[in-house]
């Protein structure tokens, strides 16, 4: 571990009034109060996000026409996720949704980067037990996304954005023909089989529902445990440089992940164009004008 990291992590424990120990083992999973009501994960959170946001503004600078480099390099980055997000969520819930998934994906991209860092999960206050060996019992810096409380936290607000989004671009009518109406033509289905098919289409409407209400559980489990995983994986191998650059690949990986299946969850709803899904009733009313509107 370099000197500067010990100075700088010596600077931050004579802030909380105690002097940090360097442990020899693994990470501790569980995230521990640094002062009352603040926890090392939300005070690693908080500065990482601070630095992202000072980052973003010194590349932008003060816009201009002719884009200095840090202006391009966020410009650049910003396209080739709309061209990613656009034909998944459609045109119509792109510029709502298209602020909160780019947030999403540079937060977790930089938090799962984060834990990268050697001594991170591994500074902090613990004991020497008899044979001269330190334990770590109070780790000083906690990656956001290596705490399950923060992992959950950001799915529920993915899930929370999905239901406003939905509700707002599809509407309650079409959310609700989706899920439980009968996906048949009923000009070529015979007609003994229709009714069967719309008892079918309703339980599958009842499992889709379910699958629905535990998306923020399994969102935030496949973050933390990648996550989680690989820092140990990391810290058990001292950082061995194989691992370590598989590990920036999974950060980038775990991040559009994560990103990707929110703005699917969304276009599954709002993204109906070039198809006929759930758009017309048996008048020709169209339902995806309605819900644009």
Avoid at 105 to 118: A, E, R, T, V
Avoid at 241 to 257: D, K, R
Wanted: net charge negative; glycine share 12%.
């Amino acid at each position: 571990m370099s000197r500067v990291l010990q100075f700088a992590t010596l600077l931050a424990a004579f802030a909380v009034g105690a002097t940090p120990m360097f442990a020899e083992g693994g990470v501790d999973p569980k995230a521990v109060e640094i002062v009352p009501g603040v926890t090392n994960s939300m005070l690693t959170g908080w500065t990482i996000s601070l630095l992202l946001v000072l980052l973003v503004l010194w590349l932008i600078g003060k816009p201009s026409i002719i884009p200095s480099r840090g202006q391009a390099v966020i410009e650049s980055l910003i396209e080739a996720l709309r061209g990613i997000f656009e034909p998944i969520i459609g045109k119509a819930a792109f510029p709502t949704a298209f602020p909160l998934l780019i947030t999403f994906f540079l937060f977790i991209l930089f938090h799962n980067w984060m834990g990268l860092l050697p001594g991170v999960g591994t500074m902090g206050w613990g004991h020497n037990d008899a044979s001269g060996h330190f334990h770590l019992t109070r780790p000083l810096i906690r990656p956001h996304n290596s705490d399950f409380n923060g992992t959950i936290a950001l799915a529920i607000i993915s899930f929370g954005a999905w239901l406003i989004i939905v509700l707002k671009y599809a509407g309650p009518a079409l959310i609700i023909k989706d899920l439980f109406g009968n996906k048949a033509e009923k000009s070529e289905t015979p007609g003994w089989l229709y009714p069967v098919l719309s008892l079918v289409f309703l339980v599958v409407g009842f499992i889709e529902v379910f699958s629905i209400v535990i998306r923020p559980f399994t969102l935030s489990v496949r973050l933390f445990g990648n996550v989680f995983g690989g820092e140990n994986l990391l810290h058990g191998t001292g950082f061995f440089f194989v691992f370590y650059f598989m590990e920036l690949m999974v950060g980038v990986i775990q991040a559009l992940v994560f990103t990707l299946l929110t703005s699917v969850y969304i276009g599954l709803l709002c993204n109906h164009e070039g198809g006929d899904h759930g758009h017309a009733d048996g008048h020709g009313h169209d339902h995806k004008a309605d819900a644009h509107h």
